[in-house]
T-cell receptor, first 115, second 112 residues
Framework: DTEVTQTPKHLVMGMTNKKSLKCEQH?????MYWYKQKAKKPPELMFV???????INESVPSRFSPECPNSSLLNLHLHALQPEDSALYLC??????????????FGPGTRLTVT | SQQGEEDPQALSIQEGENATMNCSYK?????LQWYRQNSGRGLVHLIL?????REKHSGRLRVTLDTSKKSSSLLITASRAADTASYFC????????????FGSGTKLNVKP
């Protein structure tokens, strides 16, 4: 299984809602990532989990809260978002350091619209 | 910003022609990768080149890396309409194996 899955594919939420994005991989990867991508822009790194521990937080606002319950799952909890947070949210995973490949495997993304 | 710049921003060619896109970056790197993204979808890894390599091939793809100029190029030979997509370079730093910076991207349109 060389796939990263993300749910939901689309999400529309109001500024007072609480929602969660989910990401799953079964490739044995121990690093998992959240990226945010605005239209016609490159992905921007948000968070990195390495061996289920948060290793990188790129100064993301606290209304985004990541969680890594186990080595296969990654969640992004959303609360009190702003319209400018509307974007494509991409999850990725990569093999542990020391293996021959550093490539990232991306999920198809969740298209988030904040109204 | 530590993100790289890519040029051109957009490239339109005929099927069968070669497409070349360039990436420049700012920091010392461990590796450089190229990804493709079809409209509004996830990214697909194409090829990785390590900092001690100068050229790498994979099928119709050829990547070069010049660490002295902090630049890389991706050549797609004999392009096809299915190659139409956005292409991004991503650099992996020597400071953190899990941290990647994406370039601004090149939008390639291959006309049939």
């Amino acid at each position: 299984d060389t796939e990263v899955t993300q749910t939901p594919k689309h999400l529309v939420m109001g500024m007072t809602n609480k929602k969660s994005l989910k990401c799953e991989q079964h490739m044995g990867h121990r690093a998992m990532y959240w990226y945010k991508q605005k239209a016609k822009k490159p992905p921007e790194l948000m968070f990195v989990y390495s061996y289920e521990k948060l290793s990188i937080n790129e100064s993301v606002p606290s209304r985004f809260s990541p969680e890594c319950p186990n080595s296969s799952l990654l969640n992004l909890h959303l609360h009190a978002l702003q319209p400018e947070d509307s974007a494509l949210y991409l999850c990725a995973s990569s093999p542990p350091p020391g293996q021959s490949s550093y490539e990232q495997y991306f999920g198809p993304g969740t298209r988030l619209t904040v109204t | 910003s530590q993100q790289g710049e890519e040029d051109p921003q957009a490239l339109s060619i005929q099927e069968g022609e070669n497409a070349t896109m360039n990436c420049s970056y700012k920091t010392s790197i461990n590796n450089l990768q190229w990804y493709r993204q079809n409209s509004g979808r996830g990214l697909v890894h194409l090829i990785l080149i390590r900092s001690n390599e100068r050229e790498k091939h994979s099928g119709r793809l050829r990547v070069t890396l010049d660490t002295s100029k902090k630049s890389s190029s991706l050549l797609i030979t004999a392009s096809r309409a299915a190659d139409t997509a956005s292409y991004f370079c991503a650099t992996g730093t020597v400071y953190n194996f899990n941290k990647f910076y994406f370039g601004s991207g090149t939008k390639l349109n291959v006309k049939p």
